[in-house]
C-alpha cells in the first residue's frame, strides 16, 4: 500500500462528492493520491478537485459496484449508501475503510443504541418500534407517555428524521423508528476519534455545539469545550472506547448529551469526517482528514495536540435566496483577525443550505466569540436572483 503511494499509483474512491468528499480530497491530493468520486450531481463540490469523477447513485447496487471495481481502496463521505455492494466489494478482496459491517450497524439508530446497552456504554432510554401503530398501542397502554423523541431508523442527517412529539397535535414521522425519552440537556458536546489497523487510538480535544432553533442544524462548535476537565477526559475515555469496541478502523465522529446533573450520553455516531471536525483543519496539528488518511492508509495516527482555541461557525444560506450564489461582506469578514473561510464550492444557495464554513483562531474562546458576532454581521450567503 505505501509502495503505490510513493508512487502515486494509488486509486482512492470516496463515496459522494459533497463538501466533506471535497475536503477529503483535497487532502489525499498533497500525497499525490489519484482520487476517485461517485455522486449523481456533476456540479458536486468534490467535481472540480478529484482526479475522476463518475456519475452514479450512492444507493444504487450496480453503480457502487461498478465505481469499486476501479479503485484501489474505498471510503465514503456519508453513511446512506448502498451495504450490499460494498459487503460484495469486500468479499472480493476491496478495502473498505470503514468496515461495510460496522457501517450496516451505523446506519441503523436501533441497532446503534442495542450496540451501547450490550457493551455497557452510557445513552439514554430507548424503545424500537415498526410503525405508527405499534407507537399509538404503546401510549394507549401506557408503556409510552409524552413528550418523548421518535427518530427514523435510516437515512435521518442533520435535524432531518428526528421529532420531538409533545403530544396527540404532534404529527408522527413514518417509518421504522426509534423513540428515546426526553434528557434534559445542559450541553452538546462531540469528540473525534480515529483508529488505525494496529489498533492505535487518537481522540480530538472535546468540542460544543449549539444549533440554530429554526433548522436544528449546529451553528457553532467551539474548541475546547466549555466543561470540566473531568467531564473532557469522561467523553474522550468513552470515544476510545466506542470505536475500539466497534473495531473499527477510520474515524469516528460522537456526539453526547451533558444533563443537568453532569452525566454524559451517547447520543449518535458517524464513521466519517464530521461537522464538529471541521475546524480540526486550522486548530489542531492533524486535521480530522488527515488523520482519516492516515488511518487508511495504515500509517501512525498524527497528533490531536490543539494549536489554538477556535469556533466554527457553519456558513448557511440565507433566508429569501435561492439561485446563483454571491458571498456579502466576503472582504470585510477577511479583515477580521484570525479568520479562515472555507467555501465548498457549490454554484447555487437555498435558505440554509451549507455553502461554506468559517473558523475563527484566537488566544481564547471568549475572544473567538466576540468576533463570530462581527462575522454573523458581515458575512452573508445570498444569490443575485431572489
Not at 475522476?52 to 479503485?71: E, H, I, L, P, S
Not at 437515512?155 to 434534559?184: C, I, P, Q, R, W
Amino acid at each position: 500500500m505505501i509502495e503505490k503511494l510513493v508512487t502515486s499509483s494509488l486509486k482512492m474512491g470516496v463515496i459522494a462528492g459533497g463538501q466533506l468528499g471535497k475536503m477529503l480530497i483535497q487532502e489525499a491530493s498533497r500525497w499525490d493520491i489519484t482520487t476517485y468520486v461517485l455522486d449523481p450531481d456533476e456540479a458536486c463540490s468534490a467535481r472540480n478537485v478529484v482526479s475522476q469523477y463518475v456519475k452514479g447513485d450512492v444507493r444504487n447496487f450496480d453503480d457502487v459496484y461498478a465505481f469499486g471495481k476501479q479503485v484501489d481502496l474505498l471510503t465514503f463521505e456519508l453513511e446512506d449508501v448502498n451495504i450490499e455492494a460494498l459487503q460484495k466489494l469486500k468479499s472480493e478482496g476491496l478495502k473498505i475503510v470503514p468496515d461495510p459491517d460496522i457501517l450496516a450497524l451505523i446506519q441503523d439508530k436501533g441497532l446503534q443504541k442495542e450496540f451501547y446497552v450490550k457493551h455497557n456504554l452510557p445513552t439514554s432510554d430507548f424503545a424500537c418500534y415498526e410503525d405508527e401503530e405499534q407507537i399509538k398501542e404503546a401510549l394507549d397502554s401506557g408503556a409510552l407517555a409524552y413528550p418523548f423523541v421518535q427518530k427514523l431508523r435510516k437515512g435521518g442527517y442533520d435535524g432531518h428524521g428526528v421529532s420531538v412529539v409533545k403530544g396527540e397535535n404532534t404529527s408522527l414521522l413514518k417509518g421504522a423508528f426509534m423513540v428515546e425519552g426526553l434528557v434534559d440537556i445542559e450541553k452538546e458536546i462531540a469528540v473525534i476519534a480515529a483508529r488505525n489497523a494496529k489498533g492505535e487510538v487518537r481522540c480530538f480535544p472535546a468540542v460544543e455545539m449549539t444549533f440554530n432553533d429554526e433548522t436544528n442544524l449546529v451553528e457553532e462548535v467551539i474548541c475546547p469545550a466549555n466543561i470540566t476537565d473531568a467531564q473532557s477526559k469522561e467523553a474522550e475515555k468513552l470515544a476510545h472506547e466506542i470505536i475500539s469496541k466497534f473495531h473499527m478502523v477510520g474515524l469516528l465522529a460522537i456526539e453526547f448529551f451533558i444533563d443537568k446533573s453532569g452525566n454524559i450520553l451517547i447520543n449518535e455516531v458517524a464513521p466519517r469526517p464530521h461537522n464538529s471536525g471541521h475546524h480540526t483543519i486550522d486548530s489542531i496539528v492533524t486535521s480530522q482528514l488527515k488523520q482519516l488518511l492516515r488511518a487508511i492508509l495504515d500509517l501512525p495516527l498524527g497528533s490531536t495536540q490543539l494549536i489554538s482555541s477556535s469556533v466554527m461557525l457553519n456558513l448557511l444560506g440565507e433566508p429569501g435566496y435561492e439561485g446563483p450564489v454571491y458571498y456579502e461582506g466576503f472582504e470585510e469578514c477577511m479583515a477580521i483577525e484570525g479568520v479562515k473561510i472555507h467555501l465548498y464550492g457549490k454554484k447555487s444557495t437555498r435558505p440554509f443550505r451549507k455553502m461554506g464554513h468559517v473558523t475563527i483562531l484566537s488566544d481564547s474562546v471568549e475572544d473567538a466569540l466576540e468576533k463570530v458576532k462581527e462575522v454573523k454581521k458581515v458575512l452573508k450567503v445570498k444569490s443575485w436572483e431572489k
